[in-house]
């Protein structure tokens, strides 16, 4: 178990081998990073018997920005016939889990192996649960199998509270059919991924206020409603009517990077399509000057050194509010609902950090 398997988006897995290898230079524990290019996923080979194990232990999953979803473990062939006693076989070595996951890559050849999936997901654990290889115990490991084909399979094992939320990183969220744009789902699932759900009633509560830079047509302004926010909806294109007719948006045609509130609102958020420096900007001025208390705002990427640009705008914000003396926290992540983007959730802490 010494091969760290890493999914991704599709396209991005220079940024998985830049950002994991980093990682794990800095707990000296020695390997190398490879990844095929649109594989949506890349490997991190440890060199030294535990180094998959000691480098999921030294880092938190939810602070890394482009893996969906992590495991240590082996890849294991199988026969076309009799699949279960071969994992059964494997499984010896491993701790007994409590509980399983079945996934696959985020490609058209992982969708068309999704079926098999599910057709051989009952059998499996009706198997694992007879040899007393999975237990319902929130504590132990989660098993995580990856099918590379319905032949090749990573064996793998993660923390639950140590890697994504949901199989594969991605969450099951459903396109509100009210909502003007498919964008709607980016903010919804960057709430579940930055804010804990027993947190929403408190920090996405009705009546708060909100701004939304660069809102038009609406679909993040809708999220916003439909926690029944107040909302100053920033775009010079039109709004959608429904929005308007809830009696909760005022729409302002003006400029979301020199727009500001008369009096601080509760949340900003922002999905201007402009270099990232600029959408970062935004952060350090709404954070930095008070005019918010958290924001979401998605940095659309370069085509080269993509990770590079995300870490150096990360240090500038993290610096510049050290050196003002403001306690934020910062977090960044490409959802599965991004492209060519990344999403930063900002949160202003009070002198105890709540």
């Not at 009210?178 to 509560?205: G, M, N, V, Y």
């Not at 705002?297 to 993509?306: A, E, F, S, T």
Request: glycine share 8%; net charge neutral; aromatic share 8%.
């Amino acid at each position: 178990m010494n091969t760290l398997l890493l999914h991704c988006r599709p396209g991005f897995e220079g940024e998985v081998c830049a950002e994991i290898a980093e990682h794990a230079a800095s707990l000296q524990v020695a390997g190398y990073a490879k990844g095929k290019a649109s594989s949506a996923c890349a490997e991190f080979v440890c060199t030294e018997e535990g180094g998959a194990q000691a480098l999921m232990r030294g880092v938190r999953f939810s602070q890394l920005i482009f893996p969906r979803q992590w495991a240590r473990g082996d890849y294991v062939q199988l026969p076309e016939t009799d699949r279960i006693s071969v994992l059964l076989e494997h499984l010896a070595a491993y701790p007994v889990c409590g509980s399983l996951w079945l996934e696959v890559l985020d490609t058209n050849d992982g969708k068309e192996l999704s079926n098999f999936c599910k057709k051989f997901e009952a059998p499996l654990l009706k198997a694992l649960r007879k040899a007393g290889r999975l237990v319902d115990d929130p504590s132990k490991p989660r098993l995580l199998l990856t099918f590379k084909s319905g032949r090749e399979v990573f064996l793998g094992l993660a923390e639950p509270d140590n890697s994504a939320f949901w199989p594969m990183g991605i969450p099951r969220l459903k396109f509100p059919r009210s909502a003007p744009s498919r964008s709607t789902l980016k903010l919804e699932e960057a709430w579940h991924q930055f804010i804990p759900r027993d947190q929403w009633d408190e920090r996405l509560a009705p009546a708060m206020t909100a701004v939304d830079l660069g809102a038009a047509p609406g679909g993040w302004t809708w999220q916003l409603v439909n926690r029944h926010m107040l909302v100053t909806a920033i775009d010079n294109g039109p709004m959608a009517e429904s929005l308007m007719e809830s009696g909760l948006v005022e729409h302002l045609q003006a400029d979301g990077f020199t727009f500001k509130p008369r009096k601080p609102v509760d949340w900003m958020v922002c999905d201007i399509v402009e270099k990232p420096a600029r959408n970062a900007a935004l952060l350090e001025t709404w954070l930095g000057e008070g005019l918010c208390r958290e924001a979401v705002v998605n940095l659309k990427l370069p085509m080269k050194q993509r990770y590079a640009e995300v870490k150096r705008l990360l240090a500038r914000i993290e610096e510049g509010f050290v050196a003002r003396g403001i306690r934020v926290s910062i977090a960044c992540k490409q959802l599965y609902h991004d492209r060519e983007e990344v999403t930063c959730h900002l949160r202003r802490l009070d002198k105890r950090g709540n």
